[in-house]
């Protein structure tokens, strides 16, 4: 069957109105989820999958599908309006989002964030009606060693990520690796850092450590300042993006999109790393790199084209190979199971109906995503007015039940606040959260990825050098580098001289 | 500022000192096969050094507009910053003995009145409404399993 | 005046009584269960065990009387789940639902806070087995071809495990040596099983050793073949792969599932469990989606379950100490 018919074939099961219920609600409560901090989509799927066991099939994965997508429109929200993060993979928005927010531009930033993410998913969509196949057959190329040269490459992106002193970035960072330590290592079993606490076994979530970084930080440093400021610019400029926002934005829009769609095709690379990946390549390829993180508009379109993208490239691991690439997918692949499907090389072949439904069903889904929640950043941006002095007490209950809802374990509310407490001390003295947020994700990836190739390859090192998607990663970091130092040394240089001629 | 970026750097050094000890506990491995606590010695290393090059850097080079900024420690509502934030400690610590709804409560209470208190009636109707429609909201419909303390909620 | 305060004295001195009554196990010990039983599975949502719980709680309302509700307790290899149902009140309202790792092996490798008599076994509810797999392209068509190039050279032979200290990796272990391989092989470590099937995939690993539910996608469309089960008998799935004990070497080690009650439960409890869930296990939609899952239901009561689980440890003790896995 060619593509057109299995297009009309798929429509024709997505558009019966049973499914387009199923596509609505799931859309809807993903979204609900992805605003709400902390509980994410892996939750709530887990939780719904009972429900969809009465469901015929291809409507149930229609319907845990839509939570999965929908979730990434949500996220941007909080965000956007209070610095959290709603998901993993908003936490880049914050940077720039809250920031327009501030500024009296909440609406053009969450109507941005929604039609990003629009454009991201449904042109990822194509992409996997198109070829999914053949980016499985991408995918299963990604051994150890490559998944090293692109974490090595992920890292050079935290350099772009630094709004101030590119030294004080690197320190969060390294700490941001040492943290990352903190646990179980999977290579030995043996404890690291835990000092036998046995809540620390499994390491700092991640959720507690950014929310309290983004969201509790925030909160303390509003709170020092006299009443009279306003931490919201009463003047609302415009509810939508302006025509020139648009402009601002289509490079990150369109490379948003090849980087989100890219990295949630492979197995472990998620929406997260892909958002934080399109920031740093935008603010690397800007024209004004240092506006980054002073609220431009393309500060937000390139994180929320990106984590979209991603969402629905990670659909592709699981059609096409049956390897689910997150913890999410890894339950669509359980209700699949439960079903009597197994996803996977033979799927498109036995169950063409179901994969093309689903497919299509994406679409109508991402369709209604949008229409559903431009009308509701009027709402959104009301929130803003509550008073202060009754806002930030919610926000913080928000960020407990969030930081709660990941293990249920109050260790996790301590951790939050904790980070929230550092997190202060380290804004005072001009250091960034970011670039430990991203260390911390990327160090066990890029610890794993090392260990393991050098198993594999017998304790040579050259296996990162024969092997071409590793090489060509890795040489491609060692270029970025060379292109940074070069200005570092140029200063240095200076600096040396000043000292020479008496400051 | 300047000063304080010295003392933040010796911090930096003492802990990065602190983790390549732990990690010398471990076992390093080699280069081609390294063991657990390879890269966190590294790691430390290298907080030692970014360290030393933050703290000189801060020693040696006067940036004019930086200099004449008062301290980043002086701070205006400095009672409110604390409170909040031992409140949110206690809060988290008696969480699993006075269970959510209660502790929740409390807490809404103390925070409601770090800005602009609204007098008694108006706080203790708004942590019990906030307090209560999370807890039903959150814990029954969104099933988070909320800690219960020892009078079961 | 003295009346009055004696008698609201009395009234609230009786409502406090009825507080604490009411919560005492007198008033419950009505029909147990009087209200939903909690399951705590302490592992994460999305593995085979959480849908198999799924799968269990739509069913327990008519057999039990009253609802399974899930609780997840995941960390530290299942052992954070496990020690908080050891130390919860023996009412008979928290259960857990486990499976062996946690309770046959992670205790005796490390301090996990609890021991193998912390728990009254009520019910086994299913077996699947460990299959030894290579990529299908590769020479070897048995077991013992695999077997003989690894001890050929077995420092070349790259080994890819998804549990260092849990039942796949062990199972190894026994298997290599009862093969008389002393060697042990560059051993990857990987957090799923895509993972590591992505690696066989790729030819960087050799052969891995999973439990057949993670491989059954790949085992269908031929792109892994299976060499061996590690079960006392053949595994009705796969009627054409043979045991390992048929091909000489004893190795069983069966991924288990099972219900559990913290030690001083009652008596009655247990056996009102388990009752119900020997006909949850028959259940017929139940069984459909077990099969689904290619995991057949299986059933031992808690005598039977006790000896089980006895045995068990036994068998993986004596196999962590050859293996030489140190006790942290």
């Known amino acids: ?93 914050c940077l720039d989002g809250y920031q327009m927010a501030r500024q009296g531009r909440a609406g053009p930033a969450l109507g941005m964030a929604a ?31 490559e998944y090293f040269g692109l974490v090595c490459l992920g890292v050079m992106m935290l350099v772009y990520l630094s709004r101030g002193s590119v030294l004080k970035s690197l320190i969060s960072a390294v700490a941001g690796l040492i943290l990352s330590f903190i646990g179980q290592d999977l290579f030995t079993g043996d404890d690291r850092f835990t000092f036998g606490v046995v809540e620390l076994k499994d390491g700092l979530g991640l959720v507690p450590l950014f929310m309290g970084l983004f969201g509790i930080t925030e909160v303390l440093a509003n709170l020092e300042a006299p009443i009279r400021r306003q931490v919201y610019d009463a003047r609302l400029k415009n509810l939508f993006p302006t025509a020139k926002d648009w402009l601002d934005s289509r490079g990150a829009i369109l490379r948003g999109t090849g980087i989100g769609f890219f990295l949630g095709i492979l197995p472990g690379g998620s929406a997260m790393i892909a ?229 | 500022m300047k000063r304080w970026d010295q003392r933040a750097s010796v911090i930096g050094v003492v802990l990065g000192i602190l983790v390549v000890a732990a990690a010398l506990r471990m076992e390093l491995g080699a280069w081609n096969s390294p ?119 | 005046m003295k009346a009055r305060l004696s008698i609201v004295a009395s009234i609230v001195v009786l409502v406090v009584l009825a507080v604490v009554l009411s919560r005492s196990p007198l008033a419950a010990a009505e029909k147990y269960p009087v209200r939903p039983v909690e399951l705590v599975m302490p592992f994460g949502p999305g593995g085979s065990l959480d849908l198999q719980a799924r799968a269990l709680a739509a069913v327990a309302m008519q057999h039990l009387g009253q609802p399974f509700v899930i609780t997840m307790k995941p960390g530290a290899g299942g052992t954070i789940g496990t020690a908080h149902v050891a130390r919860s009140k023996p009412d008979g309202y928290t259960l857990l639902l486990t499976a062996t790792g946690p309770m046959s092996i992670s205790l005796q490798l490390e301090d996990t806070g609890y021991t193998k008599d912390s728990f009254i076994p009520i019910a086994l509810l299913n077996l699947t087995p460990p ?13 013992e071809d695999l077997l003989t190039h690894i001890r050929a050279n077995p420092a070349r032979v790259v080994y890819g495990t998804t549990s260092v200290s849990g039942l796949t990796n062990l199972a190894n272990h026994m298997l290599l040596q009862g093969a008389g391989i002393q060697a042990s092989l560059p051993t990857v470590p990987f957090k799923s099983v895509g993972d590591q099937l992505l690696s066989i995939l790729k030819g960087d690993t050799e052969y891995m050793v999973q439990i057949h539910s993670g491989l059954a996608a790949y085992l269908r469309s031929n792109q892994i073949r299976a060499l061996a089960v590690l079960s006392e008998k053949r595994f009705p799935v796969m009627p054409d792969v043979p045991t390992a004990k048929e091909l000489g070497y004893d190795v069983v080690a069966s991924q288990w599932m099972g219900v559990l009650a913290p030690k001083g ?60 896995l140190k006790k942290k």
Not at chain 1, 121 to 136: E, F, K, Q
Request: aromatic share 10%; charged share 10%; hydrophobic share 55%.
């Open chain 3, 265 to 324: 439960t009652s008596p009655e409890v247990v056996d009102t469990i388990a009752k119900a869930l020997g006909k949850m296990v028959k259940d017929q939609s139940f069984v459909t989606m077990a099969t689904k899952m290619d995991i057949p239901p299986a059933f031992l009561q808690p005598a039977e379950f006790q000896e089980f689980l006895e045995r068990e440890y036994q068998k993986y003790g004596v196999a962590i100490q050859r293996a030489g």
């Open chain 1, 1 to 93: 069957m060619d593509l057109a018919g299995n297009v009309l074939a798929g429509f024709q099961v997505s558009l019966q109105p049973i499914n387009l219920l199923y596509a609505f609600f799931g859309a809807g409560i993903g979204t609900l989820v992805g605003v709400l901090p902390g509980i994410g989509p892996a939750g709530t799927i887990a939780l719904l999958l009972p429900l969809s066991l009465g469901m015929p099939p291809v409507s149930a994965i229609i319907f845990l599908a839509g939570v999965y997508y929908g979730s990434m429109y949500g996220g941007s929200t909080t965000s956007i309006l209070v610095n959290i993060p709603g998901e993993a993979a908003s936490v880049v928005t």
């Open chain 1, 275 to 503: 958002s934080f990946a399109a920031y740093a390549a935008e603010k690397m390829f800007s024209r004004h790199p240092e506006r980054f993180g002073t609220g431009v508009i393309e500060g937000v379109a390139a994180p929320e084209t990106a984590n979209n993208a991603a969402a629905q490239g990670a659909f592709i691991p699981l059609f096409a190979l049956g390897i689910p690439p997150n913890v999410a997918m890894a339950l669509l692949l359980g209700a699949f199971v439960l079903h009597g499907i197994r996803p996977g090389p033979l799927m498109m072949e036995q169950h063409p109906q179901i994969f093309w439904g689903a497919v299509t069903s994406m679409y109508i889904g991402n369709a209604m995503l949008l229409v559903f929640n431009l009308p509701l950043i009027g709402l959104w941006v009301r929130i803003l007015k509550v008073p202060y002095k009754m806002l930030f007490p919610l926000i913080l209950l928000f960020s407990v039940i969030g930081a709660l809802s990941v293990r249920y374990s109050p260790f996790d509310v301590v951790v939050m606040i904790l980070f929230g407490a550092i997190g202060y001390v380290l804004r005072k003295m001009e250091f960034e959260a970011t670039p430990l947020v991203l260390a911390f994700i990327l160090g066990p990836m890029l610890e794993q990825a090392l260990r393991q190739s050098l198993i594999i390859s017998h304790g040579s090192f050259t296996i990162f050098f024969t092997r071409p998607i590793a090489a060509v990663c890795l040489g491609l970091t060692l270029a970025i580098v060379i292109a940074n130092l070069v200005p570092l040394l140029r200063a240095g240089r200076k600096v040396i001289a000043a000292q020479e001629t008496g400051d």
């Open chain 3, 131 to 143: 299959v030894v797999a290579v990529r299908t392209d590769r020479p070897w068509k048995t077991l």
């Open chain 2, 35 to 153: 063991g657990p606590g390879f890269l966190p010695a590294g790691a430390g290393i290298l907080l030692v050094i970014l360290s030393v090059a933050y703290g000189l850097n801060a020693r040696w080079t006067t940036d004019p507009e930086r200099a004449r900024q008062p301290s980043p420690w002086i701070i205006e509502h400095w009672r409110r910053v604390v409170s909040v934030l031992v409140a949110l400690l206690l809060y988290a610590l008696l969480l699993d003995t006075l269970g959510y709804l209660i502790a929740t409560f409390l807490l809404m209470v103390v925070l409601l009145r770090v800005l602009e208190p609204a007098g008694w009636p108006m706080t203790l109707l708004a942590a019990t409404l906030i307090a209560g429609a999370t807890y039903v909201v959150f814990g029954k419909w969104l099933m988070v399993q909320f800690p219960r303390g020892i009078l079961g909620v």
């Open chain 1, 115 to 145: 039609m990003g993410s629009f454009i991201g998913a449904t042109l990822s969509i194509v992409g996997l009606m198109l070829i999914a196949p053949l980016l499985a057959g991408v995918a299963r190329e990604f051994g150890a060693p």
